[in-house]
């Protein structure tokens, strides 16, 4: 959805993700993080009940590919996992027997979020797993994986897996180009790799 967002002498414009599943047609909801100086994600943050403001859309083509019997891998970092989530909850809705896998990543621990939405995923459905990693975390608190989403892919995805696995991506554009080099190697090709940049 593109958000317009008054600002003096001009208004401006700012691409916000769904995070919601089709299912849900009474509202729709955005994932987006606070940015110091960020007047889009500030003015979004202070949105309260009652508010107006002009939206468009919806726009793009990242879209689940329905009609395959593919398993999933799925991969996001920070707010990317917004349009993830959504079809995330559009395969629970549907009662899909896909296997599908998630690797999210962030930097710190304090960045993470949905992590009771994945373990409710998991409880729910038993073809969903998921690992998180954190490139910059604290020790002390975290026992997890460390490390960016691509060393996920490098550890624990073959090129068996090539043969019947399609995959969507969400991050930053270096993100997605790092991901989409490593799964090339590993003999995915082009056509089963789906991806949304945002900046």
Known sequence: MIFRIPHPGQAIHRSYSISTPPSDKSHFEICVRSVAGGHGSNYVHRLRTGNQLEVEGPF????????????????????????????????????????????????????????????????????????????????????????????????????KDSENTEVYLCGGQKMIEDCKQILEEKKFPDASIHHENFF
């Open 60 to 159: 793009g083509d990242f879209v689940l590919q329905e009609n395959s019997k593919k398993q999933i891998l799925m991969i996001a970092t920070g707010t990317g996992m917004a349009p993830i989530k959504s079809m995330l909850m559009h395969l629970l809705d549907n009662k899909s027997s896909r296997k599908v896998r998630l690797f999210f990543g962030n930097r710190h621990e304090t960045d993470l979020f949905y992590t009771d939405l994945f373990r409710g995923l998991k409880a729910n459905y038993p073809e969903f797993e998921y690992d998180m990693i954190l490139s910059s975390p604290n020790p002390n608190k975290w026992s997890g994986y460390i490390g960016r989403v691509t060393d996920l892919i490098e550890q624990k995805i073959t090129e």
